[in-house]
């Protein structure tokens, strides 16, 4: 019997740390996903399920590599076929739940309340961090 995509989600995510120990590339792996890092002309990275590879842009940084590397996971583990909006958005609330430890964030909130301050010490975008906010709020 195929698996859901929450069932795959879960099968793949429980003993991986969330927040700065986070590793999309561990992830990746751990789905059987090849990740390519390559000269990409339109985006910043890209799942494709038919081959079971993550391509992933190599004029981008390290540090947004990673967030770019760990919303394609989302897709893969959510067992997207297309980037309907709908994806997009379910992409980055899985990325956000990996890149942010709800323990830190709240550390976080002992001593400051800015919201782009928040997201510099997650390092994190303000889009993925929005995402995480509504997905606990769900």
């Not at 590397?69 to 997009?88: M, S, W």
């Amino acid at each position: 019997m195929p698996r859901t995509p929450t069932q795959r989600w879960v099968e793949t995510s429980l003993t991986l740390p969330r927040g700065h120990a986070y590793d999309p590339w561990e992830h990746a792996e751990r789905l059987g996903i090849e990740v390519v890092v390559r000269r990409l002309r339109t985006a910043n990275g890209r799942y494709f399920p038919e081959y079971g590879q993550i391509l992933i842009s190599d004029r981008l940084r390290v540090g947004r590599q990673r967030l770019v590397l760990a919303h394609e996971v989302g897709h893969a583990a959510l067992l997207h076929h297309d980037d309907r909006p709908k994806h997009e958005r379910q992409a980055d609330q899985f990325a956000a739940q990996n890149l942010i430890c709800p323990d830190e964030l709240a550390g976080l909130y002992e001593w400051c309340t800015d919201e782009s301050k928040i997201v510099a010490e997650l390092g994190v975008t303000t889009a993925l961090f929005r995402a995480y906010v509504l997905g606990q709020a769900a």
